[in-house]
């Protein structure tokens, strides 16, 4: 008869059967917590004012007896100021002792208190007449014969009327706690009975209702493992029953599905698989743990790897390059493409047998799922050797013209000086001024020659770094002293963060030049009210420096090429002497410390430029 019942009628009946039990083990408890509420009643309502008043009688009136002895001593203001808050604060607690007298004794002590009170204000009325007199001796002598053991005779009260109802309470507690026995142990026994019956009861409606939901569960483990020729078998009416026969016509039309598809399956993997192989290009594919999956054979050409022996393991145990796996993490946090650092194009040179070295563009592309979260990141290095040798071309023809330059531009300079000092002949005014504006032009021609050859020397490997571990804060002082008198005409407020402690392993001067030159360039850009703070930020294994500046920010056409070889950006305020370099020399200072610069910026709102360092090993 139980099969040909449904399933919600054998719920409703196991539910009306719980909630008779549950009511009849609920109106005992209830029975037994109205019992103990009365004597719970009988402790606080009786005798908790009575404390409560009593213990705020004894604090005022140590407050008093303080404010008297202060009195004595001199402070008579601030001693009457106490004594009469306090005195207030007594006679507020007496009376509520007075309206909550539920003890004989209580009674007593109650107008003992009432009387030894009065006394006791006499006597501080007594000792105040003889303070407004000058009698100080006095006064503390009769406050040590006469108002300190009547203090003590109050507090003796005090401190009965406490006892009597803390006395009281404790046989009250007794008595509740006798009925709180009862009530446990009675409604212990009944809660056995009901729940053994319960129990009973219980493993029979289960077994009705469980034991068909175990079978259907075991049938769908295993088609869920893949074995769709099981059919659930279950001969019950209700609704699972027919769930499992629902079931048993979805796994049919599964089989006929997975039979449909697999080859396709099977196909498009081999198809994306040989697609990734027959790139040219190295390309690797890492998951949201940062654990390689997939390496085509130009990366393993590359790392000298073999995919078959790095796959589930984290990159940067088979690979030891920072920049690409920052950009990984970058990619997976923000969900985007990344191309280095605000677009700008990264170079390394793999450490293999290539004496002449390659260089590639790194890019990192997310494969999101579903739901939109990134599981995937696939990193394509892009071979630009053949750009980096035109780039190293075109450098040392500039290299070679700028020391071509030199010479001449010497030559001119020092001739024009000698006109200008009429070494060789009076000029007129007319003269002059041309004169002036040709020695300008030459100076900044060797200016602009000079960065040529800083930037070329650079280029080619043969600066001079002298690394040593340098304190940030000394980097910053040494940064911004130059500019302290520009940026004060200016209106601009130049900061540095607190960096206590920080150091970085770097070339003091060299550093100190690149943020020089940011400083430089923010002043450019900013006016009265402005601010130039300096910061610097430990992250992981690098320090990341930066010169963030509230100016007018940096148009979005620029951010990709700012660091550049002579872009300048818009129209520059400097662009008499500016010769759009410093900015391309601060970037190969910064990539010969092992480290690399970006900026950040919206127009109007101020840039950011950061770059990192490496720290002290």
């Known amino acids: 008869m139980a099969k040909n019942l449904n399933l919600r009628t054998k719920i409703l009946v196991g539910y009306l059967i719980t909630v008779m039990i549950i009511i009849g083990v609920a109106s005992w408890a209830i029975y037994n917590f109205v019992s103990?509420?009365?004597?719970?009643?009988?402790?606080?309502?009786?005798?908790?004012?009575?404390?409560?008043?009593?213990?705020?009688?004894?604090?005022?009136?140590?407050?008093?007896?303080?404010?008297?002895l202060i009195f004595v001593f001199g402070q008579q203001k601030k001693a009457l100021d106490i004594f009469k808050k306090n005195q207030m604060q007594f006679m507020k607690h007496l009376s509520r002792a007075e309206d909550n007298i539920t003890i004989d004794k209580e009674k007593k002590i109650i107008a003992n208190l009432n009387q030894e009170y009065q006394n006791y204000l006499e006597m501080f009325s007594t000792l105040q007449r003889k303070a407004d007199q000058s009698k100080l001796k006095e006064a503390q002598n009769f406050y040590l014969e006469e108002v300190m053991p009547q203090f003590e005779k109050i507090k003796t009260e005090t401190r009965d009327l406490l006892l009597v109802n803390q006395n009281h309470m404790k046989t009250a507690q007794e008595k509740a706690n006798d009925s709180a026995v009862k009530a446990v142990y009675s409604t212990a026994i009944f809660s056995v009975i009901a729940t053994i019956f319960a129990i009973l009861f219980g493993i029979y409606i289960s077994n009705l209702i469980i034991k068909p939901v175990k079978e259907l569960t075991a049938t769908v483990k295993e088609i869920a493992a893949g074995n769709l020729d099981h059919e659930i078998k279950m001969d019950t009416k209700d609704e699972i029953g027919q769930l499992a026969h629902e079931f048993n016509s979805m796994t049919e039309r599964l089989k006929e599905f997975e039979e449909m598809n697999v080859g396709k399956v099977i196909e498009e993997k081999n198809k994306s698989e040989a697609i990734v192989k027959s790139i040219s290009n190295p390309l690797l594919v890492t998951d949201e743990e940062n654990k390689v999956q997939l390496m085509n054979p130009k990366a393993e050409e590359l790392f000298d790897l073999n995919e078959d022996n790095i796959v589930e393991t984290h990159f940067l145990e088979s690979i030891d390059e920072d920049r690409i796996f920052d950009l990984i993490t970058e990619t997976l946090?923000?969900?985007?493409?990344?191309?280095?650092?605000?677009?700008?194009?990264?170079?390394?040179?793999?450490?293999?047998?290539?004496?002449k070295g390659h260089y590639f563009r790194i890019n990192t592309t997310p494969v999101s799922d579903r739901e939109g979260n990134t599981n995937l990141v696939v990193t394509l290095l892009e071979d630009i050797t053949h750009l980096k040798e035109v780039d190293q071309m075109k450098s040392e023809f500039v290299s070679m013209v700028s020391h071509e330059f030199r010479t001449p531009l010497t030559s001119m300079n020092m001739g024009i000086n000698m006109l200008l000092e009429e070494n060789i002949g009076e000029i007129n005014e007319e003269q002059k001024e041309l004169l002036e504006v040709a020695k300008e032009d030459c100076e900044h021609l060797n200016n602009l020659v000079d960065d040529l050859l800083d930037l070329s020397k650079i280029e080619s490997g043969e600066i001079d770094l002298e690394f040593d571990a340098v304190a940030v804060k000394k980097i910053f002082e040494a940064s911004i002293q130059p500019f302290m008198t520009q940026a004060e005409e200016q209106g601009v407020d130049l900061i540095t963060e607190e960096t206590n402690g920080l150091e970085v392993y770097a070339d003091f001067n060299k550093i100190t030049w690149v943020i020089t030159n940011l400083i430089g360039n923010a002043l450019r850009y900013t006016g009265k009210g402005d601010k130039i703070k300096l910061l610097a930020d430990k992250k992981g294994h690098k320090m990341h420096i930066s010169v963030a500046d509230t100016g007018e920010g940096i148009p979005k056409e620029y951010r990709h090429k700012i660091f550049k070889k002579f872009v300048r950006v818009g129209d520059d305020k400097d662009e008499e002497t500016g010769t759009g370099l410093g900015l391309a020399i601060s970037k190969e200072i910064i990539e010969a410390h092992g480290g690399r610069i970006w900026v950040e910026s919206e127009v109007g709102e101020g840039s950011i430029f950061t770059f990192t360092l490496k720290l002290p090993k």
Do not use: C, H, W
């Not at 946090?333 to 004496?355: A, C, L, R």
């Open 36 to 68: 103990l509420n009365e004597s719970i009643n009988d402790i606080m309502v009786e005798n908790y004012r009575s404390v409560i008043a009593a213990e705020g009688m004894m604090e005022a009136l140590e407050r008093q007896d303080s404010a008297e």
């Open 333 to 355: 946090d923000s969900g985007e493409e990344q191309v280095g650092k605000n677009n700008e194009v990264i170079t390394f040179k793999p450490d293999n047998n290539d004496s």
